[in-house]
């Protein structure tokens, strides 16, 4: 069965009998990335992902495709930065859940390394995985459009390399 991917919004009461799960948990078994601010209030978003034929999406979820690799809609993009109340300039799943959880743009939320200091983000199966170097490579591009806007440093204030030792003149 194909596996589609949602940000969905969540229900239930938080008890044994009514858990706080995505709102597209009743298409098929599924695994969830909760976003919301507070675990034990209904109030937020979840990343999803469900092994089940799609339905239409509807305006308590945002359907993300099939595939976490393929570049999303712009409009799709501009749905989740304004659900979520972020904003990020990766343009595919996966790497839209490594910018937020690397750059902690949710509170509370955030990604270490594991034991073999790799990054790993799993929904379902394996999205996302990056070395320790990757990781940093990958925050450095994402970084790079801001920090070229910054002017260059004046002559006057670069730095100044000494070739002699110190203390022979």
């Known amino acids: ?13 938080g008890t044994t009998t009514d858990a706080f799960r995505p709102v597209v948990a009743n298409l098929g078994p599924y695994s969830m990335l909760d ?15 469900v092994k089940s034929p799609i339905t239409q999406p509807n305006s308590v979820q945002i359907y993300l495709g099939d595939n976490p690799h393929m570049p999303l809609p712009n409009d799709t993009i501009e749905r989740i930065k304004v659900a979520l109340s972020v904003d990020f300039q990766s343009t595919n799943l996966a790497e839209i859940l490594a910018e937020i959880l690397l750059f902690r743009l949710m509170p509370g939320r955030g990604l270490r390394p594991g034991t073999d200091g790799s990054y790993r ?13 990757e990781a940093y490579e990958f925050v450095g591009r994402l970084r790079e459009p801001a920090s070229s806007k910054l ?3 004046s002559p006057r204030h670069q ?5 002699q030792p110190f203390g022979k003149h």
């Open 121 to 133: 983000i799993f929904l379902g199966e394996l999205l996302w995985e990056a070395t320790e170097s």
């Open 151 to 153: 002017s260059p440093i």
């Open 35 to 49: 976003l919301r601010p507070d675990a034990t209030r209904i109030d937020g978003w979840c990343f999803v992902s």
């Open 1 to 13: 069965m194909p596996k589609h991917y949602f940000l969905s919004r969540v229900q239930g009461s």
């Open 159 to 163: 730095l100044t390399i000494f070739d």
